[in-house]
């Protein structure tokens, strides 16, 4: 068997960083906005209603409640309306009408077991690109991991988890996760089995600014 490693591009720096983190820092993370994945039905797992051209696309939960992908989508929606009106955009987040917004939210929410996410979402439509150098990754990225159990988790990253050696073993976050009675700050570890991080499958995704945004039609 011959392995072949493909170095990975460096990833652009990006200020829609900056802007997420503050609406990240908005959010009380005292069991105010607690934790609920349904079993069914079509909510969409955001702590507000999500407006987008003018459109209701997200309905909140009358208990502000949320669930992992519900809620960074929603900091993503936030943040992204932000940047729009400071850069003097059009509302649409590279063109994207209300028909593909579903598209990219579904992209977002991970389609497939052991599937990308978010980096499927921002590359799908040009908003943005995978970090694939773990010393790349930086405050405010947004990563969807998977356990070895199968389990997975999407989060905002924070910072590592490192040893004693400096080498790192883990991820410390934000996101929201019944262990911290909803939204809060937390850390798992890579290993090789169970509850642990599978580093494998362990994906990071970088939002672009507009001026940064390529044409995917």
Known sequence: ?????????????????????????????????????????????????????????????????????????????????????????????????????????????????WGTGIVEALENYGLGEEVTDLNDVQMGDVVQFWRYSGSGHNVVFIDWERDADDQIIGIYYWATQNSTDGIGYNSEYFGSSGSYIDPNFFFVGRAHMPENWIPWE
């Open 1 to 113: 068997i011959e392995i072949t490693v493909i170095e990975g591009a460096i990833p652009s720096d990006s200020d829609f960083n900056n802007t997420l983190m503050d609406y990240l820092e908005s959010y009380p993370t005292d069991g105010t906005h607690g934790y609920y994945w349904p079993s069914d039905g079509n909510w969409a797992g955001t702590t507000q209603d999500i407006w987008y051209l003018e459109t209701l696309v997200a309905e909140g939960d009358d208990q502000g409640r949320c669930y992992c992908v519900g809620l960074t989508w929603e900091l993503y929606m936030r943040t992204f309306a932000d940047v729009d009106v400071a850069t003097g955009g059009d509302g649409s987040l590279n063109g994207i009408g209300l028909d593909d917004l579903a598209e990219f939210q579904m992209d977002w929410y991970v389609r497939d077991l």
